[in-house]
Structures are given as structure tokens and as C-alpha cells.
């Protein structure tokens, strides 16, 4: 099988229009006979299901949660990009374009990217309509602020709940659909295989989570939209149920696996406490607009605090090292993701790390306090404020900003961020590689599609803030209900599709015998164990920085890992009732697979970009070095029974609108 | 009840009766207390009331009403809301989220219906045996009598003390609580909140007061 | 940290369920409340028992799932926090912790800790959105200017994370808070104002179907509320439906 992009022809401005009144569309009355199953109800799923639901088509919804609102979408935090311009600060589509193909470390399609750029605004206008609550100024126009990466202000937000506000707007669009009988929800569902007839996705084997039943579905496409696989790292900001699962599953069944290698891993998380930890919470990139990053500059300043003999407030200005300002001038501390994480890593890997473990930075507020502060002070005419008051003044303008993120700290790390500067440190956060998509969103199954976090298309090597949530709507909204026309469009003939098929047999055949073994196998090692020895050698020889040798081990220790898993694996209750152990055993087992491909993936990839650091590869000054001739591609690879036969396919990357830079944010 | 199916309109239903409880109250306490002050003008306010046709013939009525259905939709609901928590709680910590007084309506309810049921012993029934069985001839300066006469009794007032605080511990949370009910929720609730606690303090300790009053009275003649 | 643990056990929807004791020691103040159910549920497996089943994803405070009623309090004694940022430094070496399924009729038992929560859908679904096509034609953005404290209280209001935490606390297991959330989000915006009588006629009609009961303003709902959603929206819903019933 070749790679076929579709990418559309013509002036790059003019392509998503051409495209879409190119390919065939699907009569309203044939749309009433035409099913379309969506897997995953986040963003990216919960919008394609109500707009594909509005069209007119039968649409069939999964989600692991018990209810649709739940997907992880919602705990996304700061914001969410268009080029709106409303800050007449020189934004324009364009710009947005070249700021996610640059951020992206020049690995994205131009294409798909300017149709993100494009759509972004009609978003804004969508989610408004909806009554999703953004944030607003006192002339009651709304709000914006600005995020890594970039020059202007772009990003609007609903405090630091944006995911959440726009999850419940297509959680809402949903429910206008579900209570009109067009979209039929199954919560407390997983996806466990794919189903092909004739070369076409036409359905999927599913698990009622309750009953533990095995139930059939048919459909005349299938939509993936489960988001990334972050949690092959065990730690990371996903959600706990967060799986690769229906991703792999179509991997496995012909859909290609692109760029699994490149991870993003968050700068601001709150770090490690202990052995105990489940997961990791993100601290929102906006903090980075206020906050600045710092460690001490002496070693034995950052040895005292660590053993708690210093408090960082009681550090002088000139023995502080903002490293990020220093060494970026012109972004400071507002660099990209991966640039961020990698100069935390480099600090704390150099013995400058604050918390007992020795690796964490800080991310303090108080000069944003103090600035904010003085501003108040002035609009509310106070003269000659004392430093308290004013710092009471900017306390109240920061907890307006921030203040769910700030309490949520609090709880967890049981200190006062007003007072006392944020500890951070990165943690595994999105996953840019996913199932490869054309550029209707196709995967290399026909009728299988892949929307959202879950395919690989927009990003490149790495996502700039508050554009996965762009890209989720844009894909769900406003780009997969009209491609999947030209698919389906061939379809209206085809009545429905039967269940009692023999591929359905097939499947259901092999999800149960799946089942059955890890039931019966009764070793003596629970599901979590495997997991956590997993995440750890991802997070340590996958991780943020990677290297040839690293690289191999990982490959041979993560293939005896998943060889000692089927054969030690402890998963106890049976297959007919609520099971949770069951359900993470099951996606554990194809995390270990992923883990292998993702291995292989970074190992062949001999170059650092993005979120991809090669250590054999960066320039003197410790950054990224990429290889334009050898690596300008998008890395599909084909399943072929295990991950170390996967077969890989290239699919180079052409830039006609952009010149390709060596990426600088000094 | 079809008019009175939701939720809300049964909620507002209790809020409206309870605030024309309220409002009876507090017109009560004030002929009430000119016992205290004045037994001329109780005596000639009482003749009005038992006399009045307007106030015989359609305010009381309404009152009775009001009252039977306030407690009437007091079990209703009490019943419907225990309904809707079938399997109990091994260990419920409501302290910890709301006040006594706002957990505990049926309670000090059914004490003040109870007391409700010794009032109309004593007075309401004597009453209308009185004025339309027996039809004695009206008689103005009978009530200040009467009553004074009712509060000699040790029982009947420690009785009707612990009804007094009872109905104040209904009122705490009532009365504030009709408010909310009826959507009344703003920047003015925080005064009024103010006022029906001091209200539901004020009158039943009014009430009380003048119960000890006439039994000390005549404890001391 | 040594502590006794007194759950909720409960096979299946069906079968009769009962509080069980298990000690747990161990246990690290900076462990999440679930985090310490995880140790509990590992030890469970090594000896070959059934782990306790709860629901629990996002782990943040933010996706709603988790539930757990302890000691007698919905996400336990912390204020404004879920169970799974609740954190074990609450507690005291030695207590004993008493870990029930949020109650109410509405709220079936699944298993265990879990309970099905579905009702909030179909509230949700009566009418809980904007009949807004999502074809990207509707105008733009900023052609609605919205007063910023309206805004801002839509925002608080729509904050709520469908934890069930107001069902579980209130003594009445009333669904008030959470339906009122959601009712004031679109009544406050000029976009909700077009739908907004038959909004709430619907989502009160539904909410009274599924069981829930009766609001008696005790506001243990407030209080338990892991977002802080405000009273006022229940106020402002009683506003909403009345004046909807008036208009017919």
C-alpha cells in the first residue's frame, strides 16, 4: 500500500476551498441511511459526532467514561488559538500557519496546517454561538492572551478551564443530537477491534464495561478519536483510563502508525512526590505569560534549598538564574514546549534542581504580583500604596487570572503559590505522532478515519499551546463531517450492514479469546506493575532525550517486558461484570506493543526535532539539530505481526509557502 | 396537584404559604402583646378579630388553609425527599454542611402542629363553642380574662416555651429560605437574611415573654 | 500513616452490598486519597482478592468522576476539592475512614464505590444546549458584546464537573445545584435567552423524572461542591421557572 495524501493542488490559500467543492457530497435524504460509528467523545470526537449527527447521518457514539463530558479534553487548561486578530496585534492566518509549521519544528503538512489556521476563527465564532463562556473584557468583547512559541495574542480562554468550557459545548451539541435520536451514546463502552468487510471499516467489536457483554456494531465508517497514548510513559498529565487502544487496534488491522516517536512533554507540571504517584497534573502554559522560570545560580544555593535549609524567597535577584531569559531573550520564558522542557532537564541535570528529589525549577509570580500591583494601585488611585498593599492589589489580579490552578496546586503540593514560588518540572503531556490520515483525515483503511490527538497530522514534531483543542473542534466541526461525504457519498447504496457477518464472528472471535487469556492466566504480577516498569523505561531511555544506545535497550527490554507480561500477569475478577483490571490489562498489552514501535521509531529518526531530542544530535549549544535532507518526512509505519517488523513508509514533506529555517527563539 | 407536579412549584408553594405564616405571626404577636401594655386595646383588637365578618368568614378560612396545607406539603415532601435516598448513608455527616434548624424542619414542624393542636384546645374551639354553639352574647371585655387565666398553668407555659423556641429554630431557616424558593437571591439578600433571623429570634421570644409575663403575674398576686 | 478502612462492598447492581474493614499502613500524607486506594487494591490482588472498584480518570479535579463518600461527607472533609485531589495529610495516623457510593435513588449502585450517573445525561439532554447549528455560519464572535460580570457568572456557573457531590451531600438527594448550573450558564447569555422557558421547563420536568428530590435549601450542596457552585444559581432557576410557567 502507497501512501496517498490527497493533498489538493492550487494556491495554498485557496486549497481547503477548492478541496471542498471538489469532493462529492451526500444527498440529505441518503444521509438518513448511512451509519457512522465515532469512537471517543472528547473534542475532537464529541464535535464530529453532533455535526455528523446534524448532517443527517445515524451516528453511533463510545466512550470508555460514563459520560461523554469526562473525556480528557476537558482538563485541558489555558486556551484555545484563532487568528481572529481581535488584538490587532498583526495576527492573520497566515501567521498562525507559520507559527504551528515552525513550532513543529518543520515536520507538519503545509496543507492540513493552513486549513487548521484557516478554520480556527469560524471555531471561535461556533463555541460563542454555542454559549460557551470565554473570557471577556469590560467593553464585553472577548479576551485574549498569548502563549508559547509565538509573537501575538491569539489564545482565548475561559480561565484556565478552557478545555472543560469547550468539551461542554460539543458535549451539549451532542445532547441537542442524542435527545433528537441521532446520535445513540454507549458510555461505559471500549472499542476492542476493528472490523473490515471488503477492504472497508464497516464496524467495530465493543465491550459493555458493566456487563462485561461483547457487543457488534456496524457502520459504514468509523471514526477514531481517542485521543494520544501519552500513557505509555505510565506518568503523565492523561487521564488514567487514557489508552492507544482503538489506535492500535486499527494499526494492527491496516491503519499506519505516523511519527509514534514524537511526545510532548510539558514544561510546568507539578513534580514527582513519591513512588505512590498515579499521574501527573499539569500547571497550564499561560502561567508562563506571568510567571518566570528560575533556578539558583549557585550550586550550593540549590543544595541548601534542596535540603530545606534556604527558602527561595530569601535568594537576592542577582543569585537567581532565569535560564530561559537568558538564554532566549526575545520569547523568555514564553518559548515553545519542547525548548522549555529541555532547558528545566539541562538545569536540574546539572545540580541546580530545588526539591528533594532534585528535579524541579521554579515558576515565580512575584514580580507579576508586584507589576499587576502597581497598575491597580494607579486605576484605583491609591497614593503611595505600601509594598503590602500592593502586593494584596496584584494577588487579587493574579487569582483572577489563574486562581483554579493556583488552588489546585495548593492542594496538592500543600504550599502557597502567592507566597512562596511554584516548584515544576516536565511531564509526558500530548503526542503529536498518531494513526496516519490523508488529507480528508483517512486512515489507510477505507472508511476508517482518525480525528484529533489520535492521528498525527497538524503538529509536526511539535504542538504549540492551545492548539491541540484547536485542532480537536477544527477536525470534528469543520473538517471531518464534510471529507467523510466524499467517502460515504459511494455508499448510499449499500443498505445497512449486516452484524452476523463472518468478519464479525472473526473479530469477536479473537477480542474474546484476548479476554479469556488474561482472565486465565493467574500469574502473580498485577497489571499496574508491568505498566510502571513500561513508564519507566520510556520515561528514561524514550524520554526526553534519547540516544542510539538507550534506544536499543529499550527495544530488547520492553519486548521481554511484554513476553513476561502475558506469561506473569495477574488480572483477578472474571470477564462477565464490571472489571477494571481487566480493561487496564487489556491496554496495558497494547501499550507494550506501542512502546516497542515508538522505540523504533525515535531510533531510526537520526536527527532532533521538536519534541524528538536526539543527544548524538544538537548543536553546541545544546540545541536541536535537524536533518532537512534525510528526515523531511512523515514516518508511517505498517504493522507486520510485531513491532520489529513493522515496515516503514516515508511520506516526504513538501514546503512551497515556507522557508525552512533552523529554528530560533534566542 | 397537577399544578403543583414540579418540583419547583411544589417548593414555591411552601415558601408562598410559609411567608402568609409568617405574616400571620407576626400580626398575632402584636395583639399579643397589648395584653401586656394595654388590656383595653387587646381586649377591643380581640373583639374586632372574633366578630369581623372579613376576618371570621374569609381570613380565617384562608389562614386554616394556609396552615393545613403548609404541613400537608410538609409530609409530601418529607416523604417524596426521604424516597429519593433509598439505601441510607452508614454514616452521614449533615452537621458538617448545613444548620440543625435547616435539617431538621419536620422536626421542629410537627412540634409547632403539635402545639398547634393544644392551641385550638384551648382557644379556638373554646371559641367557637362558644360564639357559635353556645351563641353567648358577645361580651368585648371577655378576652383579656381569658387568656391571662390560660397562662396560670406550670404545663401549659413551659409547654409553650418549648414551642416558642421550636418555632424559632423553623423560622431560622424558614423564613430566609421562602426567599431563596421564590428565585430571590441578590445583592439585598444579605439585609434581608439579616432581618427574618432577627425575626425568627424577636417574635417567638416576643411570645414567650408574654407568656412568662402573665404567669409571673399571677404567681406574684 | 496507619489507617482502617471501612468500604462499601456491593458485587453488582443486583446484590446485596455491606461495609467491609481492611487496614491499610503505609500510607504517605502527600498520597491523593485514590492514590491510597491504589495501594489498597494492590495489596487486594497480591493476596488474591477482588480489588475495590471506584470510578476515577482525569485524576485533576476536573472530569467528575470520582465519588466517594467519606466519612459521611461527599470527596471527604477537604473543602473545594474532588476525592482525587484530596490528600492524605487530612487524615491522622489511626483513623478510622468510613468509604461509601455517593447515594440516591437516582444514583444506582454498579459496583462497589461506583454508581451510575446517567440521570445527569438525560437532565443534561432535555436541554441543556443552544439549538446552534454547528456549520461555522453564525456570526461573528465579537458582534454580541456580553457584560463582563454576566460572562463571568455564566463562567462560574458552568464550572460544575457533574460530580454528583450536591446529590450526595443534600438530605434530600436533590439534583437542584447541578440542573441550576447549567440553566443559569445560558440564562445569563443573550444566546441562551432565546431557548431559555423551554429550557428549563424541560431539564426540571426530566430532573423530577429521574427520581431526585425536593430542595430544601439547607445548602449542603454549596458547601460539599468541589467547584463552589453558588446557591444563587438554584435562586435564579426558581426566578427562570416560574416565570417560564407564567408564560405558559
Same mark, same amino acid.
Given at each position: 500500500?502507497?501512501?496517498?495524501?490527497?493533498?489538493?493542488?492550487?494556491?495554498?490559500?485557496?486549497?481547503w476551498?477548492?478541496?471542498?467543492?471538489?469532493?462529492?457530497l451526500?444527498?440529505?435524504?441518503?444521509?438518513?441511511?448511512?451509519?457512522?460509528?465515532?469512537?471517543g467523545?472528547?473534542?475532537?470526537g464529541?464535535?464530529?459526532?453532533?455535526?455528523l449527527?446534524?448532517?443527517?447521518?445515524?451516528?453511533?457514539?463510545?466512550?470508555?467514561?460514563?459520560s461523554?463530558?469526562?473525556?480528557?479534553?476537558?482538563?485541558?487548561?489555558?486556551?484555545?488559538?484563532?487568528?481572529?486578530?481581535?488584538?490587532?496585534?498583526?495576527?492573520?492566518?497566515?501567521?498562525?500557519f507559520?507559527d504551528t509549521?515552525?513550532g513543529?519544528?518543520?515536520?507538519?503538512?503545509?496543507?492540513?496546517?493552513?486549513?487548521?489556521?484557516e478554520?480556527?476563527?469560524?471555531?471561535?465564532?461556533?463555541?460563542?454561538?454555542?454559549?460557551?463562556?470565554?473570557?471577556?473584557?469590560?467593553?464585553?468583547?472577548?479576551?485574549?492572551?498569548?502563549?508559547?512559541?509565538?509573537?501575538?495574542?491569539?489564545?482565548?480562554?475561559?480561565?484556565?478551564?478552557?478545555?472543560?468550557?469547550?468539551?461542554?459545548?460539543?458535549?451539549?451539541?451532542?445532547?441537542?443530537?442524542?435527545?433528537?435520536?441521532?446520535?445513540?451514546?454507549?458510555?461505559?463502552?471500549?472499542?476492542l477491534?476493528?472490523?473490515?468487510?471488503?477492504?472497508?471499516?464497516?464496524?467495530?467489536?465493543?465491550?459493555?464495561?458493566?456487563?462485561?457483554?461483547?457487543?457488534?456494531?456496524?457502520?459504514?465508517?468509523?471514526?477514531?478519536?481517542t485521543g494520544?497514548y501519552?500513557?505509555?510513559?505510565?506518568?503523565?498529565?492523561?487521564?488514567?483510563?487514557?489508552?492507544?487502544?482503538?489506535?492500535w487496534k486499527?494499526?494492527?488491522?491496516?491503519?499506519?502508525?505516523?511519527?509514534?516517536?514524537?511526545?510532548?512533554?510539558?514544561?510546568?507540571?507539578?513534580?514527582?512526590?513519591?513512588?505512590?504517584?498515579s499521574?501527573?497534573?499539569?500547571?497550564?502554559?499561560s502561567?508562563r505569560?506571568?510567571?518566570?522560570?528560575?533556578?539558583?545560580?549557585?550550586?550550593?544555593?540549590?543544595?541548601?534549598?534542596?535540603?530545606?535549609?534556604?527558602?527561595?524567597?530569601?535568594?537576592?535577584?542577582?543569585?537567581r538564574?532565569?535560564?530561559?531569559?537568558?538564554?532566549?531573550?526575545?520569547?523568555?520564558?514564553?518559548?515553545?514546549?519542547?525548548v522549555?522542557?529541555?532547558?528545566?532537564?539541562?538545569?536540574?541535570?546539572a545540580?541546580?534542581?530545588?526539591?528533594?528529589?532534585?528535579?524541579?525549577?521554579?515558576?515565580d509570580?512575584?514580580?507579576a504580583?508586584?507589576?499587576y500591583?502597581?497598575e491597580?494601585?494607579?486605576?484605583?488611585?491609591?497614593?503611595?500604596?505600601s509594598?503590602?498593599?500592593?502586593?494584596?492589589?496584584?494577588?487579587?489580579?493574579?487569582?483572577?487570572?489563574?486562581?483554579?490552578?493556583?488552588?489546585?496546586?495548593?492542594?496538592?503540593?500543600?504550599q502557597?503559590?502567592?507566597?512562596?514560588?511554584?516548584?515544576?518540572?516536565p511531564?509526558?503531556?500530548?503526542?503529536?505522532?498518531?494513526?496516519?490520515?490523508?488529507?480528508?483525515?483517512?486512515?489507510?483503511?477505507?472508511?476508517?478515519?482518525?480525528?484529533?490527538?489520535a492521528?498525527?497530522?497538524?503538529?509536526?514534531?511539535?504542538?504549540?499551546?492551545?492548539?491541540?483543542?484547536?485542532?480537536g473542534?477544527?477536525?470534528?466541526?469543520?473538517?471531518?463531517?464534510?471529507?467523510?461525504g466524499?467517502?460515504?457519498?459511494?455508499?448510499?447504496?449499500?443498505?445497512?450492514?449486516s452484524?452476523?457477518?463472518?468478519?464479525f464472528?472473526?473479530?469477536?472471535k479473537?477480542?474474546r479469546?484476548?479476554?479469556?487469556?488474561?482472565?486465565?492466566?493467574?500469574?502473580?504480577?498485577s497489571?499496574?506493575?508491568?505498566?510502571?516498569?513500561?513508564?519507566?523505561?520510556?520515561?528514561?531511555?524514550?524520554?526526553?532525550a534519547?540516544?542510539?544506545k538507550g534506544?536499543?535497550?529499550?527495544?530488547?527490554?520492553?519486548k521481554?517486558?511484554?513476553?513476561?507480561?502475558?506469561?506473569?500477569?495477574?488480572?483477578?475478577?472474571?470477564?462477565?461484570?464490571m472489571?477494571?483490571?481487566?480493561?487496564?490489562?487489556?491496554?496495558?498489552?497494547?501499550?507494550?506493543?506501542?512502546?516497542e514501535?515508538?522505540?523504533k521509531?525515535?531510533?531510526?529518526?537520526?536527527?532532533s526535532?521538536?519534541?524528538?531530542?536526539?543527544?548524538?544530535?544538537?548543536?553546541?549549544?545544546?540545541?536541536?539539530?535537524?536533518?532537512?535532507?534525510?528526515?523531511?518526512?512523515?514516518?508511517?509505519?505498517?504493522?507486520?505481526?510485531?513491532?520489529?517488523?513493522?515496515?516503514?513508509?516515508?511520506?516526504?514533506l513538501?514546503?512551497?509557502?515556507?522557508?525552512?529555517k533552523?529554528?530560533?527563539y534566542? | 396537584?397537577?399544578?403543583l407536579?414540579?418540583?419547583?412549584?411544589?417548593?414555591v408553594? +411552601?415558601?408562598? #404559604? @410559609? !411567608?402568609?405564616?409568617?405574616f400571620? &405571626?407576626?400580626? =398575632? *404577636?402584636?395583639?399579643?402583646?397589648?395584653?401586656? %401594655?394595654?388590656?383595653?386595646?387587646?381586649?377591643s383588637?380581640?373583639?374586632?378579630?372574633?366578630?369581623?365578618?372579613?376576618?371570621q368568614?374569609?381570613?380565617?378560612?384562608?389562614?386554616?388553609?394556609?396552615?393545613?396545607?403548609?404541613?400537608?406539603?410538609?409530609?409530601?415532601?418529607?416523604?417524596?425527599?426521604?424516597?429519593?435516598?433509598?439505601?441510607?448513608?452508614?454514616?452521614?455527616?449533615?452537621?458538617a454542611?448545613?444548620?440543625?434548624?435547616?435539617?431538621? +424542619?419536620?422536626? #421542629? @414542624? !410537627?412540634?409547632?402542629?403539635?402545639f &398547634?393542636?393544644? =392551641? *385550638?384546645?384551648?382557644?379556638?374551639?373554646?371559641? %367557637?363553642?362558644?360564639?357559635?354553639?353556645?351563641?353567648?352574647?358577645?361580651?368585648?371585655?371577655?378576652?383579656?380574662a381569658?387568656?391571662?387565666?390560660?397562662?396560670?398553668?406550670?404545663t401549659?407555659?413551659?409547654?409553650?416555651?418549648?414551642?416558642?423556641?421550636?418555632?424559632?429554630?423553623?423560622?431560622?431557616?424558614?423564613f430566609?429560605?421562602a426567599?431563596?424558593?421564590?428565585?430571590?437571591?441578590?445583592k439585598?439578600?444579605?439585609?434581608?437574611?439579616?432581618?427574618?433571623?432577627?425575626?425568627?429570634?424577636?417574635?417567638?421570644?416576643?411570645?414567650?415573654?408574654?407568656?412568662?409575663?402573665?404567669?409571673?403575674?399571677?404567681?406574684?398576686? | 500513616m496507619k489507617?482502617?478502612l471501612?468500604?462499601?462492598?456491593?458485587?453488582?447492581?443486583?446484590?446485596?452490598?455491606s461495609?467491609?474493614?481492611?487496614?491499610i499502613?503505609?500510607?504517605?500524607?502527600?498520597?491523593?486519597?485514590?492514590?491510597?486506594?491504589?495501594?489498597?487494591?494492590?495489596?487486594?490482588?497480591?493476596?488474591?482478592?477482588?480489588?475495590?472498584?471506584?470510578?476515577?480518570?482525569c485524576?485533576?479535579?476536573?472530569c467528575?468522576?470520582?465519588?466517594?463518600?467519606?466519612?459521611?461527607?461527599?470527596?471527604?472533609?477537604?473543602r473545594?476539592?474532588?476525592?482525587?485531589?484530596?490528600?492524605?495529610?487530612k487524615f491522622?495516623d489511626?483513623?478510622?475512614?468510613?468509604?461509601?457510593?455517593?447515594?440516591?435513588?437516582?444514583?444506582?449502585?454498579?459496583?462497589?464505590?461506583?454508581?451510575?450517573?446517567?440521570?445527569?445525561?438525560?437532565?443534561?439532554?432535555?436541554?441543556?444546549f443552544?439549538?446552534?447549528?454547528?456549520?461555522?455560519?453564525?456570526?461573528d464572535?465579537n458582534?454580541i458584546?456580553i457584560?463582563?460580570?454576566?460572562?463571568?457568572?455564566?463562567?462560574?456557573?458552568?464550572?460544575?464537573?457533574?460530580?454528583?457531590?450536591?446529590v450526595?451531600?443534600?438530605?434530600?438527594?436533590?439534583a437542584?445545584l447541578?440542573t441550576?448550573?447549567?440553566v443559569?450558564?445560558?440564562?445569563?447569555?443573550p444566546?441562551?435567552?432565546?431557548?431559555?422557558?423551554q429550557?428549563v421547563l424541560n431539564?426540571?420536568e426530566?430532573?423530577?423524572?429521574?427520581?431526585?428530590?425536593?430542595?430544601?435549601?439547607?445548602?449542603?450542596?454549596?458547601?460539599?461542591?468541589?467547584?463552589?457552585?453558588?446557591?444563587?444559581?438554584?435562586?435564579?432557576?426558581?426566578?427562570?421557572?416560574?416565570?417560564?410557567s407564567?408564560?405558559?
Amino acid at each position: 500500500m502507497s501512501l496517498e495524501s490527497r493533498l489538493p493542488k492550487g494556491p495554498l490559500a485557496q486549497k481547503w476551498t477548492k478541496h471542498k467543492n471538489d469532493i462529492n457530497l451526500v444527498n440529505p435524504a441518503n444521509k438518513r441511511n448511512i451509519d457512522v460509528i465515532v469512537v471517543g467523545t472528547g473534542l475532537a470526537g464529541g464535535s464530529a459526532a453532533a455535526t455528523l449527527a446534524e448532517l443527517g447521518y445515524n451516528v453511533k457514539t463510545f466512550c470508555y467514561q460514563d459520560s461523554p463530558r469526562r473525556a480528557h479534553s476537558i482538563a485541558a487548561q489555558g486556551g484555545i488559538n484563532a487568528a481572529k486578530n481581535y488584538q490587532g496585534d498583526g495576527d492573520s492566518t497566515y501567521r498562525l500557519f507559520y507559527d504551528t509549521i515552525k513550532g513543529g519544528d518543520y515536520r507538519s503538512r503545509e496543507e492540513n496546517v493552513y486549513r487548521l489556521a484557516e478554520v480556527s476563527a469560524n471555531i471561535i465564532d461556533q463555541c460563542v454561538a454555542q454559549g460557551v463562556p470565554f473570557a471577556r473584557e469590560y467593553g464585553g468583547l472577548l479576551d485574549n492572551r498569548s502563549f508559547g512559541g509565538v509573537l501575538v495574542s491569539r489564545t482565548f480562554y475561559a480561565k484556565g478551564q478552557t478545555g472543560q468550557q469547550l468539551l461542554l459545548g460539543a458535549y451539549s451539541a451532542m445532547n441537542r443530537q442524542i435527545n433528537r435520536g441521532k446520535i445513540k451514546p454507549y458510555n461505559r463502552h471500549e472499542m476492542l477491534d476493528l472490523v473490515i468487510v471488503d477492504g472497508k471499516a464497516r464496524g467495530i467489536i465493543a465491550r459493555d464495561l458493566v456487563t462485561g457483554e461483547l457487543e457488534r456494531h456496524s457502520a459504514h465508517a468509523v471514526v477514531i478519536a481517542t485521543g494520544g497514548y501519552g500513557n505509555v510513559f505510565f506518568l503523565s498529565t492523561n487521564a488514567m483510563g487514557s489508552n492507544v487502544t482503538a489506535s492500535w487496534k486499527i494499526h494492527k488491522k491496516g491503519a499506519y502508525f505516523a511519527n509514534p516517536c514524537y511526545t510532548q512533554i510539558h514544561p510546568t507540571c507539578i513534580p514527582v512526590s513519591g513512588d505512590h504517584q498515579s499521574k501527573l497534573t499539569l500547571m497550564s502554559e499561560s502561567l508562563r505569560n506571568d510567571g518566570r522560570i528560575w533556578v539558583p545560580k549557585k550550586l550550593e544555593d540549590a543544595k541548601a534549598i534542596r535540603e530545606g535549609k534556604l527558602k527561595p524567597t530569601d535568594l537576592a535577584e542577582e543569585d537567581r538564574d532565569y535560564y530561559l531569559e537568558r538564554r532566549y531573550p526575545s520569547f523568555g520564558n514564553l518559548v515553545p514546549r519542547d525548548v522549555a522542557s529541555r532547558a528545566a532537564k539541562e538545569r536540574c541535570d546539572a545540580g541546580f534542581g530545588v526539591n528533594k528529589t532534585g528535579e524541579a525549577v521554579y515558576l515565580d509570580f512575584s514580580s507579576a504580583i508586584m507589576r499587576y500591583g502597581k497598575e491597580q494601585a494607579v486605576m484605583n488611585h491609591i497614593e503611595n500604596p505600601s509594598v503590602d498593599t500592593i502586593r494584596e492589589l496584584g494577588e487579587k489580579v493574579v487569582e483572577n487570572k489563574y486562581g483554579n490552578l493556583f488552588q489546585m496546586y495548593e492542594k496538592i503540593v500543600d504550599q502557597n503559590p502567592y507566597k512562596t514560588p511554584m516548584m515544576i518540572y516536565p511531564a509526558v503531556h500530548y503526542t503529536m505522532g498518531g494513526v496516519w490520515v490523508d488529507y480528508n483525515l483517512m486512515t489507510t483503511i477505507p472508511g476508517c478515519y482518525a480525528a484529533g490527538e489520535a492521528n498525527f497530522s497538524d503538529h509536526g514534531a511539535n504542538r504549540l499551546g492551545a492548539s491541540a483543542l484547536m485542532q480537536g473542534l477544527a477536525d470534528g466541526y469543520f473538517v471531518l463531517p464534510y471529507t467523510i461525504g466524499d467517502y460515504l457519498s459511494k455508499d448510499i447504496r449499500t443498505g445497512k450492514i449486516s452484524t452476523d457477518l463472518p468478519e464479525f464472528d472473526e473479530a469477536e472471535k479473537n477480542v474474546r479469546t484476548t479476554l479469556e487469556k488474561l482472565i486465565n492466566n493467574k500469574g502473580s504480577k498485577s497489571v499496574d506493575h508491568f505498566h510502571k516498569r513500561l513508564g519507566k523505561i520510556m520515561w528514561d531511555k524514550v524520554g526526553m532525550a534519547r540516544n542510539e544506545k538507550g534506544l536499543k535497550e529499550a527495544i530488547s527490554e520492553i519486548k521481554a517486558l511484554r513476553a513476561e507480561f502475558w506469561n506473569e500477569v495477574k488480572v483477578p475478577g472474571t470477564m462477565d461484570e464490571m472489571n477494571p483490571e481487566l480493561e487496564k490489562a487489556m491496554r496495558v498489552a497494547d501499550f507494550l506493543e506501542l512502546g516497542e514501535l515508538f522505540a523504533k521509531d525515535a531510533l531510526h529518526r537520526n536527527e532532533s526535532c521538536g519534541g524528538h531530542f536526539r543527544e548524538e544530535y544538537q548543536t553546541e549549544e545544546g540545541e536541536a539539530l535537524r536533518d532537512d535532507e534525510n528526515f523531511m518526512y512523515v514516518a508511517a509505519w505498517e504493522y507486520k505481526g510485531e513491532p520489529s517488523d513493522a515496515v516503514l513508509h516515508k511520506e516526504s514533506l513538501e514546503y512551497e509557502n515556507i522557508e525552512v529555517k533552523t529554528r530560533s527563539y534566542k | 396537584m397537577g399544578l403543583l407536579s414540579s418540583s419547583i412549584a411544589r417548593k414555591v408553594a +411552601m415558601a408562598l #404559604s @410559609g !411567608l402568609f405564616l409568617v405574616f400571620f &405571626l407576626a400580626q =398575632h *404577636f402584636v395583639i399579643n402583646f397589648t395584653s401586656v %401594655i394595654a388590656p383595653d386595646t387587646f381586649n377591643s383588637w380581640s373583639h374586632f378579630m372574633g366578630t369581623n365578618g372579613l376576618v371570621q368568614f374569609v381570613l380565617q378560612p384562608i389562614l386554616i388553609f394556609g396552615v393545613v396545607f403548609h404541613f400537608v406539603m410538609g409530609f409530601v415532601l418529607e416523604i417524596k425527599n426521604r424516597n429519593a435516598r433509598a439505601v441510607k448513608y452508614a454514616s452521614y455527616k449533615g452537621s458538617a454542611n448545613a444548620s440543625w434548624a435547616s435539617r431538621n +424542619m419536620i422536626i #421542629s @414542624g !410537627l412540634v409547632i402542629l403539635a402545639f &398547634l393542636g393544644l =392551641h *385550638f384546645y384551648d382557644f379556638w374551639i373554646p371559641e %367557637i363553642v362558644h360564639k357559635y354553639i353556645e351563641s353567648h352574647p358577645e361580651d368585648p371585655t371577655r378576652y383579656y380574662a381569658e387568656t391571662v387565666h390560660k397562662f396560670e398553668s406550670h404545663t401549659r407555659v413551659i409547654i409553650y416555651v418549648i414551642a416558642f423556641i421550636l418555632l424559632a429554630v423553623h423560622l431560622w431557616h424558614g423564613f430566609a429560605s421562602a426567599f431563596q424558593s421564590v428565585g430571590f437571591n441578590n445583592k439585598y439578600s444579605r439585609g434581608l437574611k439579616g432581618f427574618t433571623k432577627a425575626f425568627a429570634i424577636v417574635i417567638p421570644a416576643g411570645f414567650i415573654f408574654i407568656a412568662l409575663y402573665h404567669h409571673i403575674n399571677h404567681l406574684i398576686h | 500513616m496507619k489507617l482502617t478502612l471501612k468500604i462499601w462492598r456491593q458485587k453488582n447492581a443486583q446484590a446485596k452490598g455491606s461495609m467491609q474493614t481492611y487496614a491499610i499502613d503505609g500510607v504517605d500524607g502527600d498520597m491523593s486519597f485514590l492514590e491510597m486506594l491504589d495501594v489498597l487494591n494492590e495489596q487486594l490482588i497480591d493476596k488474591g482478592e477482588e480489588p475495590v472498584v471506584f470510578d476515577h480518570d482525569c485524576r485533576e479535579g476536573i472530569c467528575g468522576s470520582c465519588s466517594l463518600q467519606i466519612n459521611g461527607e461527599p470527596h471527604g472533609p477537604d473543602r473545594l476539592v474532588t476525592t482525587c485531589q484530596l490528600h492524605m495529610r487530612k487524615f491522622n495516623d489511626g483513623d478510622t475512614i468510613v468509604i461509601e457510593p455517593f447515594r440516591a435513588k437516582a444514583f444506582p449502585v454498579i459496583k462497589d464505590l461506583m454508581v451510575d450517573r446517567s440521570s445527569f445525561d438525560r437532565i443534561q439532554q432535555a436541554g441543556g444546549f443552544i439549538s446552534v447549528n454547528t456549520s461555522g455560519n453564525t456570526i461573528d464572535a465579537n458582534a454580541i458584546p456580553i457584560n463582563k460580570h454576566d460572562a463571568d457568572e455564566s463562567f462560574e456557573a458552568a464550572t460544575c464537573i457533574g460530580c454528583g457531590a450536591c446529590v450526595a451531600a443534600c438530605k434530600n438527594a436533590s439534583a437542584m445545584l447541578f440542573t441550576s448550573a447549567k440553566v443559569s450558564q445560558f440564562a445569563l447569555l443573550p444566546q441562551g435567552r432565546v431557548e431559555a422557558t423551554q429550557r428549563v421547563l424541560n431539564m426540571v420536568e426530566q430532573m423530577d423524572k429521574e427520581g431526585f428530590g425536593n430542595c430544601t435549601n439547607t445548602g449542603a450542596c454549596e458547601v460539599e461542591c468541589p467547584k463552589g457552585i453558588s446557591l444563587e444559581n438554584i435562586a435564579r432557576m426558581n426566578r427562570e421557572y416560574l416565570t417560564a410557567s407564567l408564560k405558559g
